[in-house]
């Protein structure tokens, strides 16, 4: 879009006044308040406040026990909960020197992917409602059930399914998870088509996104951008290719990347990755191999259910588990994953007892939030909340 | 991330240019780690960032971490990322709380009952300070106002050093261990007002 202009000879036009957003606005996704200077309808300069659904999960970590950490860390980011997870899980894994099974890394693998598609659905469907193109949020929500209808088949709920475990997962898929699994792998890239074709050649649609927000790819990377942001300026950056966790290596994947690193290239970039996701779940699922699901180490997984009535062992252990947890030596660990917004990093310190002495999530949400400024000034306001939607901030991530 | 001889080549090079800078080194659990003085920890960022050979401009995650029994008791965490290598390298910044001096024997525990001078205006004596990287890395902004907010740890030349996360009046530094867990007291206007 054209650089805004000035209003033809008003001197009234130059009042610069301040306009506050939020905390509750739908176009902010979620409660997030922003304080804007406007000159007319041209935004001169933005502060985001947050905090409001600041709950203290890191400090409340310290009082739990390590596996009872893992649903406290879900509820972060409540659209990529299975990142938390990985992020939280792989890093005491790490802490602990504890290998997990390669099925355990495949089913990770491929819940990782689903809630990728699933979290990118949601933004979709909230940035389309954002822009006005509302039938957007049905269709994407109709494929997200679909989605959360695996996530319930597998774990038994739809959301915060505390389905990752330290040392692998807590349950074997089902059976029938596979069918509607690849039923569903083969509907999505046609899906991916043909919110293209709503929106690809919707000219309303085009001319909010195609050259606004646009931040220079050094200027993102100065801020700590991440995820799909920095790859719509046109860096390949991936922690998925990059390091080398899970079974990532293994699969053979595209890192989509834009050119202009506007909010159409955001956005290009999202869908993209949808369909590269549905791709690793894929392979993942073709090269499920068989085997334990999780790791076979008594000091911190669970005993078989099974085994609790035939071995007194397998009962110490597990009640020595679901008593006090087990201890970790002291030592601090970070690991970083890619979720769908960018780097997750997860800090944690061990001093010896059962429970963390510091948990501390590195959330992509909040370090790319310090882009908004850059990507809004001098820009309409208008495109200020297509920039915010192609931002895709979850609050609760922001906050925790 | 560099192995363990690499990272004590990475400690020989900066003390010849900042001798005493790098207190301590740790490799575990293949995560390179060095410790710095936090003095000093600015021209050891600088360093990093720089040279020829280190590169390493990328900060992934600046946080903070409380220590307690040990002594000193906080740090500050700097996560750093060479990105055309592929390497991470970690600098821990130690830092001393200067309260414990005008005790004399172990660290206080009465975070909550001491007396919270707003950030910028008095020097702070009280609280642990450190210089901010805001101008070495501009992501630093956020972080570092968080963890000012939850340590009580004073980023010398921040921009804009603020509660972030906490409500502006808040009193007292959550994320410390000698922070009680739970009770936070909510106060209800209304019921203030009318019966207060």
Known sequence: MAEPQRPPGGEAETEVMTVNIGPHHPATHGVLRLVVDLEGE???????VIGYVHTGIEKSCEDKSYWKVIPFVERMDYVSYFFQMEAFCGALERLVGL????????????????????????WLGTTGL?????SMLWYCFRERDRILDLFEMAAGQRMHTRYFQVGGVIEDIPLGFEEKLRSFVADMPVRVGQYLD?????????RRTKGTGVVPRERLLELGVTGPLLRAAGEPWDLRKTFDYLAYPRFDFKVPVGTVGDNYDR???RLAEMVESTRIVEQALDGLPEGPFIADDRKYVLPPRSELSTSMESLIHHFKLVTEGYRVEPGEIYYAIESPRGELGCFVLADGSAKPA???????????LQAFRDMSVGTYVADMICSLGMLDPILGGVDR | ??????????????EQDHPGAVVDTSFAQERAVLVVDAAQVLPVLRWLRDSPGQGYRFLSSLHAADYLPAEPRFAVHYELLNRDRVERIGVKALLADPAVGDQGEGPRTDTLARPQAPPGQDPQSD????????????????????????????FRGHPDLRRILMPEDYVGWPQRRDFPMGGEPVTFTYNERNYG
Do not use: W
């Open chain 1, 42 to 48: 041209v935004v001169r300069d933005l502060r985001p």
């Open chain 1, 99 to 122: 290998e997990i099974p390669e099925r355990a890394k495949y089913l990770r693998v491929i819940f990782l992917e689903l809630n990728r598609i699933h979290s990118h659905l949601v």
């Open chain 1, 130 to 134: 954002d822009l006005g193109a509302v």
């Open chain 1, 198 to 206: 709503l929106l690809d050649r919707n000219e309303v649609f085009l």
């Open chain 1, 267 to 269: 956005f290009r970039v």
């Open chain 1, 358 to 368: 510091r948990v501390h999530f590195r959330d992509p949400s909040f370090v790319n």
């Open chain 2, 1 to 14: 991330m560099p192995d363990a001889p690499g990272l004590e080549l990475i400690r020989g090079e900066i």
């Open chain 2, 127 to 154: 609280l642990p300070q450190i210089d901010s990287c805001v101008s070495l890395f501009p992501t630093a902004e956020f972080q570092e106002r968080e963890v000012f907010d939850f340590f009580g740890i004073v």
